[in-house]
């Protein structure tokens, strides 16, 4: 099942129409059980160069930047795992903001996240 459902996808602008934003809205955060989290900005099925479910955003890793996300990649990264569960899911408490504000939020939220999943939690995935 894909990660990105129809309504989080009609809540993500195109690729490259915020390009221009010095402040873009991030409309979907995603976590992963390796701690890291991604900010996505925009998204398009297919991008302009032909690239199938291609998000764009902040990733924040070892070295947070902005990057492509390929969604196909994160569905796959999901498809072995329990129903319910997975290696990377959809924040569904987030509310869509400015990157400034998730920047400013961004080691509180990911230090908790570690937390979490050093304590053995893992939340279950909604569809």
Not at 73 to 92: P, Q, S
Request: negative net charge; hydrophobic residues 35%; glycine residues 8%.
């Amino acid at each position: 099942m894909p990660l990105l459902t129809p309504e989080l996808i009609a809540r993500l602008p195109e690729l490259y129409s915020q390009e221009d934003d010095h402040d873009p809205i991030v409309h979907v955060m995603l976590h992963g059980a390796n701690g890291w989290m991604w900010a996505l900005t925009e998204y398009s099925d297919p991008a302009p160069d032909g690239y199938p479910k291609l998000a764009f955003g902040k990733v924040y890793g070892d070295f947070p930047e902005f990057g492509y996300v390929s969604m196909g990649e994160i569905d796959e990264l999901n498809a072995n795992c329990l129903e319910g569960h997975g290696l990377v899911w959809v924040d569904t408490s987030f509310t869509p903001r400015p990157l400034s504000q998730v920047e400013t939020e961004s080691d509180t939220t990911q230090d908790g996240l570690r937390r979490m999943l050093e304590n053995g939690d893992h939340p279950v995935i909604t569809a």
